[in-house]
């Protein structure tokens, strides 16, 4: 069973910075993978997505201030937020997609990300 673990969120202020962190048990050298968001009330979205051949895309609201990167090596991806607004505030998650474009199940808990004064 895949086993997706997200980590490195916490309470930031409005304009700081956080790195999530996701490992997963298995390889993903041939998946792309992904961030996800869920905020209260709101249903799960994407953030950004990196190819097996490292070419990333964001949603709009994740361009110029979030980075997604990977490192296959180690089975893990990242996420860099910068300029943090409130809005950013939810639980994120990630996940990739299997060869028949699956997403990986079942998701991890996620982190929670809180952007507050």
């Known amino acids: 069973q895949v086993q997706l673990v997200e980590s490195g969120g916490g309470l930031v202020q409005p304009g700081g910075s956080l790195t999530l962190s996701c490992s997963v048990n298995r390889s993903i050298s041939v998946n792309d993978v992904a961030w996800f968001r869920q905020a209260p009330g709101n249903e799960r979205e994407l953030v950004a997505r990196i190819t097996k051949r490292n070419v990333a895309t964001y949603s709009d609201f994740a361009k110029d201030r979030f980075t997604i990167s990977r490192d296959n090596f180690k089975n893990r991806w990242y996420l860099r937020m910068t300029s943090l607004r409130r809005e950013d505030t939810a639980v994120y998650f990630c996940?990739?997609?299997?060869?028949?474009?699956?997403?990986?199940?079942?998701w991890g808990q996620g982190t929670q990300v809180t952007v507050s004064e």
């Open positions: 996940n990739g997609w299997t060869m028949k474009e699956e997403l990986f199940d079942p």
